[in-house]
């Protein structure tokens, strides 16, 4: 054992904290947990307002194609009803030919459109409901989000930690090593200074020191603040 620091048992978890909110501190503080939900669904929200909004581009791309096809529609009736009103007063075998002929054409071709309509409607059925559906998961999702931001809002600020105050009640002594060395929690197996899980001898070491010690990581030689496992 290189170094063991008088320090007494009450006043470890005070230095625990000290070298804990020190470490956080010198560290970009990220999202909390409330706040990276409400991001993720904020992410969401954009994904799946695109996807509504292409749902309603194809059901207005199938109301202009229904219009189309009853704007066809009604052109070809009238040039059907056209020819039948031309053939009652023409006597001319070739023309009568003529308006038979383009009166046939025109009501075939109005039987064409009437089963794209068909079609086209059973489409826009299924466009509209696609749509619906974007739409209501659109307003879950707000409500998931009101309801996160709600959660960010409640946040108590974060806790910046008096360490002058955890310091005043710290020896001189400890605190200028700690100062140069650091410390750390060591769970029974890990220094949480270096990360590193001990070799069953050297655990042996850190935890056979008195109490009241201090030991230091063979490792990394930060002072090691011993702690539960569970911690
Ligand atoms: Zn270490």
Known sequence: MATAVHLSRELQPVLLELAEAERAAAQP???????????????KRERLAAAAN????????????ILRIQEDERKLKRRELDDKRQLTAETDPERRKDLEHDRYAAKSRIA???????????????????????GARLDELDRQIDA???????????????????RAKLPDKVLS???????AAFNGR?????FIQLPPAERAEVLAADADELPTCPNCG???????PAE
């Open 190 to 194: 890990t220094c949480k200074g270096c």
């Open 112 to 134: 064409d459109l009437l089963s794209e309509l068909k079609e086209a409607h059973n489409e826009i059925a299924a466009l509209r409901n696609n749509r619906d559906n974007h």
């Open 54 to 65: 292409s749902a309603q581009l194809a059901v207005d791309d199938m109301e202009l194609e």
């Open 222 to 228: 930060t002072l090691l603040v011993r702690v539960s």
């Open 177 to 183: 090593l700690y100062d140069d060395i650091s410390a």
């Open 148 to 166: 996160a931001r709600r959660a960010v809002d409640a946040l108590p600020p974060r806790e910046a930690v008096d360490t002058d105050r955890l």
């Open 29 to 43: 503080s990220g999202p909390r947990p409330e706040e990276r939900e409400l991001a993720e669904l904020t992410a």
